[in-house]
C-alpha cells in the first residue's frame, strides 16, 4: 500500500511538471497567472525577453541577433543607416553618394 501511494505522488509530480513550462532565457517556472512572452515558439518572462546589449526589455520593435535580440535603439547602433547629408533623414530607396556622403535625390539637386 505504501508502494502504491508512492508511485501515486510520483505520478502526480510527474503531471505538476509537465503542465508548467519554463522561460527560455533562465528556465525558471512561470507562476500561475503571470505575463508571458512568446515569440518564435520560445516562452520568456517579460523582464527576460530583453535586448543583448542594453538589457532592458523590449516591448516594441526588435530584431533577431545571433541567438539574442536587439531593441530598436541598439540595432541602429550597431549597424547604423546611411542618412542624408542635407536633411539627415534615413536614406530608404536609392539616394546619391557624393564626396563621401550620402543625399537623397530631392535633397542632392
Do not use: W
Not at 24 to 32: D, E
Not at 53 to 59: P, Q, S, V
Amino acid at each position: 500500500m505504501l508502494r502504491e501511494s508512492l508511485q501515486k505522488v510520483k505520478r502526480k509530480y510527474f503531471v505538476f511538471n509537465v503542465c508548467f513550462s519554463v522561460c527560455t532565457k533562465c528556465t525558471t517556472a512561470f507562476p500561475a497567472g503571470s505575463r508571458i512572452t512568446e515569440f518564435d515558439g520560445k516562452q520568456y518572462h517579460p523582464e527576460c525577453f530583453s535586448c543583448v546589449d542594453c538589457k532592458k526589455g523590449i516591448t516594441s520593435q526588435f530584431y533577431p541577433f545571433n541567438s539574442d535580440y536587439l531593441c530598436a535603439a541598439c540595432h541602429e547602433q550597431r549597424f547604423p543607416r546611411k542618412r542624408c547629408g542635407k536633411c539627415n533623414a534615413v536614406i530608404t530607396s536609392a539616394g546619391i553618394t557624393f564626396a563621401g556622403a550620402s543625399y537623397h535625390a530631392a535633397c542632392f539637386l
